[in-house]
């Protein structure tokens, strides 16, 4: 299987910790390069804290350990000449999309 070359993934992908810890996972054994923004780890710590998956140390943890393990793929959008990581435009992103109104069955998350 071919390598992806940069993946960005919404922090609203990285729920429940598990899926971030397999996305990670599959990061580092070379998949693909999960590219990050602070914003996405701030935002990602705020949104666990607050529903309640993780406790406030917990989730500083862990985005420590992104920070030190996986900083070599932190982007910043200043640099990719984005306002916003919203708009970075890496090989791939992921995130859900809210499911259409339709009859057929939704593959959304």
Do not use: H, N
Request: proline residues 6%.
């Amino acid at each position: 299987m071919a390598r992806l070359e940069r993946v960005f993934i919404d922090t609203s992908e990285l729920f429940p910790f598990t899926i971030m810890d397999v996305l990670l996972t599959l990061s580092e054994d070379f998949l693909f390069t999960w590219v990050w923004t602070d914003e996405l780890l701030d935002e990602w710590e705020r949104v666990i804290v607050r529903e309640g998956k993780r406790s406030p140390e917990s989730a500083a943890s862990v985005v420590a350990a992104v920070r030190t393990y996986f900083g070599r793929y932190r982007i910043d959008p200043a640099s990719t000449g984005t306002r916003s990581p919203r708009t970075f435009r890496p090989t791939v992103a992921i995130a859900c999309m809210p499911p259409q109104r339709s009859t057929a069955m939704s593959m959304c998350c």
